[in-house]
């Protein structure tokens, strides 16, 4: 059973959602923001009364914008009869408390509205692991707003003296023992994280004794990046049309052109203003994208936002330590695009990802995989050899591996020795090289 921030009710069929904005801001990038916060809510199956953006002079403390505003939005959302207000914004522990003190509804933030679709998503037991971290580390400091109700319930102080411990109310007694619990679980995750994260790496070890390259499939959400591992693997994921759909890792071995193998791996979606708590406790799952000889990020071409998106991305795979990564760019859902607009947009795509080989794509439609194919051959030329050997029958084995490790292209049988062309991994090459007759 995963952790639960704190209870809400049941069924939140009228949300007010609201994006505080600074007068620096340009108003259309602060809808976008609002807009892919209304898909969160959505997949959380939350009704929507009305979404807004207010600008205010400077943050302020309390409600990060002026109380006048703040009043303007307490009306609105009791006009509405709104059960709970959203902000796009993140919002202190104080904030959320101040916030709730006035509008007297549950008071939910961007951060919150993540975490609860990653619970909802978790499926294995690492991801079920990892979400609930980050949701703990989220609640800790809620805390204290939490378990007021106790010391109305039962009156107050206990009747000691002295401010001891006996003096406390219930709520606070219930506060210290929650914090606690909450500190000896989140230690006891980390330590089965870092198993998990052990037997990952040991994993790749072997992977990178056989030689076998690695590569990472990164993206915003919903780009489609699981269907792309399905069409070119058959790895058979979890593909549907709603945010994080994946929060595991599956990687799938397959067989280039060249003969080569190459391990896929399917990673989470990414998303603007990510919860730095959440990139952390998936450190484990995206240490995949640090380890990978290189990158294929998917990008949802027929997306207004598309060239924000890869940016998104790119930012978050620096956090991570990938950002200097080889990468190949997939614009996929390209058949969305209007046929009158399809080249210009995607030229202008292309010249904006400094570089990087991109290609257009239509996962849903199987057109565009022979391209990446061969993009990911390109990718992966300088581990690789092609030559002959001559071979004792004797030494069978190395014929065997020379099949398992690579692509062998011809074979031929002269006296006790067998004459074999193949494509190896130069490691592989390199310790035969004494067979090797180019």
């Given amino acids: ?40 809510v959505e997949n959380l199956g939350i009704g929507i009364a009305e979404s807004r953006v207010e600008f205010t002079r400077e943050l302020q403390a309390k409600y990060l914008c002026g109380v006048g505003k703040a009043e303007e939005i307490r009306a609105l959302a009791e006009q509405l009869q709104a059960d709970c207000v959203i902000f796009d914004n993140l919002l202190s522990p104080s904030q959320q408390r101040e916030w709730e003190k006035l509008v007297e509804v549950p008071v939910m933030d961007r951060e919150e509205i993540i975490l609860d679709i990653f619970a909802q998503r978790a499926r294995t037991r690492e991801a079920v692991m990892q979400v609930d971290l980050a949701r703990m580390q989220y609640a800790l ?3 204290a707003g939490m378990w007021k109700h106790l010391d109305r319930q039962r009156g107050g102080s206990g009747g000691g003296k002295g401010g001891g411990a006996a003096a406390r109310g219930e709520g606070e007694k219930q506060i210290e023992v929650d914090r606690r619990l909450a500190h000896e679980r989140i230690e006891a995750i980390r330590d089965e994280l870092e198993t998990v ?66 391990v896929l791996t399917d990673t989470v979606g990414f998303i603007r203003n990510l919860p730095h708590r959440l990139v952390e406790a998936f450190k484990s799952t995206l240490e995949e994208a640090v380890l990978a000889d290189f990158l294929i990020q998917v990008v949802d071409a027929s997306d207004e936002e598309a060239l924000r998106h890869y940016e998104t991305t790119c930012s978050v795979l620096a956090e991570l330590g990938a950002g200097e990564k080889p990468m190949v760019v997939v614009w996929n859902k390209v058949d969305l695009l209007p046929e009158e607009e399809r080249a210009e947009r995607l030229a202008r795509l292309s010249a904006a990802v400094q570089g990087a080989p991109s ?43 020379m099949h398992r490790d690579g692509k062998v292209l011809s074979t031929e049988y002269e006296g006790n020795d067998v004459v074999v062309q193949a494509i190896l991994p130069k490691e592989f090459a390199a310790r035969i090289a004494k067979y090797c007759m180019d």
């Fill in 141 to 143: 400091p809620r805390m």
């Fill in 359 to 401: 290609l257009p794509m239509s996962v849903l439609r199987e057109q565009g995989g022979e391209a990446l194919l061969a993009a990911c051959v390109e990718m992966l030329t300088h581990r690789v050899t092609t030559s002959r050997y001559r071979i004792p029958q004797a030494e069978s084995r190395i014929i065997a591996l």
């Fill in 1 to 40: 059973m995963s952790f639960e921030i704190r209870e809400k009710p049941e069924k939140l069929e009228r949300a007010l959602l609201v994006g505080i904005g600074l007068p620096g801001e340009l108003k259309r990038e602060r809808a976008a923001l609002l807009a892919e916060l209304v898909d969160l």
């Fill in 197 to 262: 994260r052990r037997q990952r790496g040991t994993q790749r070890k072997e992977r990178t004794r056989q030689g076998i390259p690695a590569a990472a499939i990164v993206g915003y959400t919903n780009a489609g990046k699981s269907s792309l591992l399905n069409a070119l693997t058959g790895a058979g994921v979890l593909a549907q049309d709603i945010l994080f759909a994946t929060l595991d890792t599956t990687s799938r071995k397959i067989e280039l052109p060249d003969g080569q193998p190459l």
